[in-house]
């Protein structure tokens, strides 16, 4: 049994996935993944997780969806979500806080923000 907290995350970038799984668990979290979500759901029927880490453009579920698909379940309506996208616009950010975003990345981002952001995240009275 592992006491490191555990981040899905979401893209349908399998570099993506690699990049953001291999700097997560150098920062000591265990990472599971999902190519989109759809995948994510079902990944979350198997194992909880501490946070999502989510792509906001992906089919046939994006990031949207998933995020409030995510805040109707009892069991994760108040686990962290966060997106990290190459949109940096208003009004993907408004969409993506209306569905229930804890917080947005714009792509490309450094290791360290990555890992400060999930960190605050995931520890709120450290940050």
Known sequence: MTNK????????????????????????YQVLLAGDGKA??????????????TDWTMIP??????????RARPDSADLPILVLSTL??????????KAGATGWLCKPI?????????GS???PARA
Do not use: F, W, Y
Request: net charge negative; with cysteine; proline share 3%.
């Open 121 to 123: 995240l995931m520890n």
């Open 110 to 118: 450094e290791p360290e923000t990555l890992l400060a952001v999930v």
């Open 61 to 70: 579920m994006d990031g949207c969806e998933l995020t409030r698909q995510l």
């Open 5 to 28: 907290k555990t981040i899905l995350v979401v893209d349908d970038s399998a570099v993506m996935r690699h990049l953001n799984s291999a700097v997560l668990e150098e920062g000591g």
């Open 88 to 97: 940096s616009n208003d009004a993907s950010k408004a969409d993506a806080r």
């Open 40 to 53: 994510a759901l079902e990944q979350l029927g198997k194992e909880p997780v501490d946070l999502v880490l």
